[in-house]
C-alpha cells in the first residue's frame, strides 16, 4: 500500500509524511496496534512505537524499520532524526486525526527546518478502492452477520430485554469468528425504534413491537454492518405500510447504484420515494457509507455527496422511517459497486418477519 503514498508525496510535492490515525496506519504498514507514527519518506519507512507493541510491530509491518520510544527518546525526538536524516522540507500530516496539542509537540523542533502541510483527507481517501483481499475481508465480516441474524431470531420473544439481544448478537458474532463489534450494537423496540442510534436499554420486548437492529462486526480488522426490522407477534397494516415503503425504497437504490454514479443521485432515488410516499421528513440521515477498516469510511450516500462511485468502493445502502411515538424502520445492506451495479455481501432475509 505504500506505493500509494509514494503517489501522494508527488502530487503534494511533500518530501514525508506522518502518519497518525490507527486505520491509515494498518493500511500502509499492516501494524494493528493502538498507539504511534509511521513516517514515510522516499527514502525511509519508519514505524514508532512503544515496549507495549514493538514485538506485534516486528511481526506486522514487514517493510518498515520499527523505532521503540523511550525515556530518553520520545516520539518527537524519533520524528525529528527521520526528518533530519531526508533534509525534508516539505512535511505532510493528518490534521484532521492529530490534536493540536500533539502536533505542537513533534513539530516544534523542526519549525524552522521545514514546512508542515495540512492534508486533510488525503490519506484517509487512499482506502476507498478495495483490494480483492480487503473485498474477502468485509465479505467474511458480513456473512457472520448474515448468521448472527438468523440465530438470534430464536431468542427474540416477549420479556426479553433489548441488553439481551444485544448481547447475545454480540456473543453469537464472536462465536461465528469475530475479533470484535465494528460498532455498539443498536438494539431498538417499540417507540425506541423512531430513534435510528438508540441505545439498548432494559425495555423488554412486547408484543406489537418493531424491533430493530443494527449490528456489525470485524474480521482480520475489516468491519461489516447490516440492519434488519422485525415485528414481535403480527404486524399491524401501518408497520406493514413504513415497512414495504422502506423496502422498496432499499431495492430500487440497489438496483441504481453503480460506478459513476454519484453519492447524492443514489441518495435521491431512495429519498424520492420515500417523499412520494409522505414519509419524507421521517428519512433524515443519508443513504449509506463507505466501510472498511472503519465503520464510517468515505465516500457517502447523501444529498450533500457528489463524489463519484468507483469500481471495488463498499457501500451500505440503509433507508429508514423513524415515525416519534410510533417506530421506525431501517433496513440495511453492505454492497461492493461493480461497473455495471452492485455485488450484494447481505444475504438475510428482507421481506417482513413476523416473530
Known sequence: MTEKVTE???????????ISDGYNMRYLSGFGGAT?????????KVLMTDSRYTTQAKQEALKFAVAEVSTEKGYRELITECIRKDQAKTIGFEDQQMICADFKKISSPTKDEATWMELGEEVNL?????????????????AIG?????????????????LTI???????????????NSFDTIVASGLHSAMPHAVPT???????DFITMDFGCRYDGYCSDMTRTVVLGEAS??????????????????????????????????????????????????????VGLFIHEEPRLSPKCHSVLQKNMTMTVEPGIYIPEFGGVRIEDLVVITEKGCR????????LIEL
Open 8 to 18: 501522494l508525496l508527488k502530487k503534494k510535492n511533500l518530501d514525508a509524511i506522518l
Open 36 to 44: 504511534g507514527y509511521l513516517y514515510i519518506s522516499a527514502d525511509q
Open 126 to 142: 487512499l482506502r476507498c478502492i478495495k483490494t480483492e483481499e480487503e473485498l474477502e475481508k468485509v465479505a467474511k465480516a458480513e
Open 146 to 162: 448474515d448468521q448472527a441474524f438468523q440465530k438470534i431470531l430464536g431468542d427474540i420473544k416477549p420479556g426479553v430485554t433489548e
Open 166 to 180: 444485544a448481547a447475545k448478537l454480540d456473543y453469537y458474532m464472536r462465536e461465528l469468528g469475530a475479533e470484535g
Open 202 to 208: 432494559a425495555k423488554k420486548l412486547e408484543k406489537g
Open 237 to 290: 397494516s401501518k408497520q406493514k405500510e413504513i415497512y414495504g415503503i422502506v423496502l422498496k425504497a432499499q431495492m430500487a437504490a440497489l438496483e441504481q447504484i453503480c460506478a459513476g454514479k454519484t453519492g447524492s443521485e443514489v441518495d435521491q432515488v431512495a429519498r424520492g420515494l420515500i417523499a412520494e410516499a409522505g414519509y419524507g421528513e421521517y428519512f433524515g440521515h443519508g443513504l449509506g457509507h463507505s
Open 344 to 351: 450484494n455481501l447481505a444475504h438475510s432475509p428482507k421481506e
